[in-house]
């Protein structure tokens, strides 16, 4: 994240959206909250019980009834604002700031209501990005700090949500990560366009791999169960008990291990048919797990190096039909 974000045709069109949302919040989305006192500091008792109104209020709707009380700030205020703050580190000057921009996090916050994410918990972290974008601001480069602090905002909301989205982390690499952010908003996006959003155009518009895209589209529309949740009321048991078992059964492990002991007691018999330097060859370069070069058993033994590959292939050769002929399962062995 840089300080001051570029002035470019992309963020041209993220401002606008923004402000248009911030200035327009849609009556059919949230409910009016009933008329309120005049502006207060946000958390500032009001003397009224809020449980005796005619309808009820939620926490949601009394937050935003209390935002919308502060006005926006016009261009010549934010300024001197902000010189109070730069200059005499004016306490008052930065929380003024912060109310009137408020409602930059509620309009970000809820373009991710789709994510199931409470929505107070999403505002709050937005409002946690204007305080971060109060410290960065830059009033010499000509950009309204709404606009500037929208960038903070979604980025703070975007890493919450990267965090507790799911019981499961869906993004552990850069690339993933960037897929989270952008994917929705890339099919969208090219949706609006008139454009199939298939997975090789969204691969090219991100600058990732197909098989990435496809990986994260994955994750992002499954849905996640706990195992350790009841059944149901009735019973004690979690989904955990009913959930079979990805061990081999008992009788296929006690086969698995009598075989593997047979195969041992084989190798060794057939150990005692090679000479020295095939015995040698099998242990050190062919049943070993740091095994040697042909380059090095060529120099071991005075041969070159295609001399020792077909010793190599010829020993292996005469182990497989000596396997063969004494191990009656022996394609199961292999398997």
């Known amino acids: 994240m840089t300080d001051q974000p570029q002035d470019t045709e992309q963020d041209a069109e993220d401002t606008e959206e923004i402000e248009d949302l911030s200035l ?17 500091p946000l958390g500032t008792a009001t003397g009224k019980d809020s449980t005796t109104a ?3 209020v939620t ?5 935003l009834a209390e935002v919308r ?12 604002l902000f010189h109070e703050y730069s200059t005499q580190g004016s306490r008052e000057a930065a929380v003024k700031l912060i109310l009137a921009n408020l409602r930059v996090s509620v309009a970000i916050a809820s373009e991710y209501h789709h994510t199931g994410a409470d929505q107070m918990d999403l505002i709050q972290e937005g409002n946690v990005g ?15 700090f709404y606009a500037y602090a929208a960038w903070w905002a979604r980025a703070y909301i975007l890493r919450y949500l990267l965090n507790t989205y799911r019981l499961v982390k869906v993004g552990t690499t850069q690339d993933q ?3 989270f952010y952008n994917l929705r908003k890339e099919k969208a996006k090219l949706e609006r366009q008139g454009f199939a959003p298939d997975t090789k155009l969204l691969a090219d518009r991100l600058h990732v791999r197909e098989r990435d895209v496809i990986e994260m589209d994955q994750r992002l529309g499954s849905w996640e169960l706990s195992l350790d949740q009841p059944l149901n009321q009735e019973t004690e048991g979690t989904l955990l008990d009913i959930l079979p078992s990805q061990n081999m059964p008992a009788d296929e492990q006690l086969a698995a291990t009598e075989l593997q002991t047979l195969f041992r007691a084989k190798l060794a018999e057939f150990t005692k048919t090679l000479a020295e330097r095939d015995e040698d060859i099998l242990r050190n370069r062919i049943l070993s797990e740091t095994p040697l070069t042909l380059d090095n058993l060529g120099n071991k033994y005075g041969i070159t190096k295609e001399r020792a590959r077909q010793l190599e292939a010829r020993i292996i050769k005469r182990l497989r039909d000596f396997l063969k002929k004494e191990i009656k399962d022996f394609d199961a062995l292999r398997s």
């Open 24 to 40: 327009d919040l849609e009556a059919d989305e949230i409910t009016e909250a009933p008329e309120t006192p005049p502006p207060q």
């Open 54 to 56: 005619v309808a009820p």
């Open 59 to 63: 926490a949601l709707q009394q937050y």
């Open 69 to 80: 009380r502060y006005p926006y700030l016009s261009k010549e205020e934010e300024a001197q």
């Open 130 to 144: 204007l305080m971060q974008a109060i410290k960065k601001f830059d009033p010499t480069k000509n950009v309204r």
């Open 177 to 179: 990560r960037k897929l």
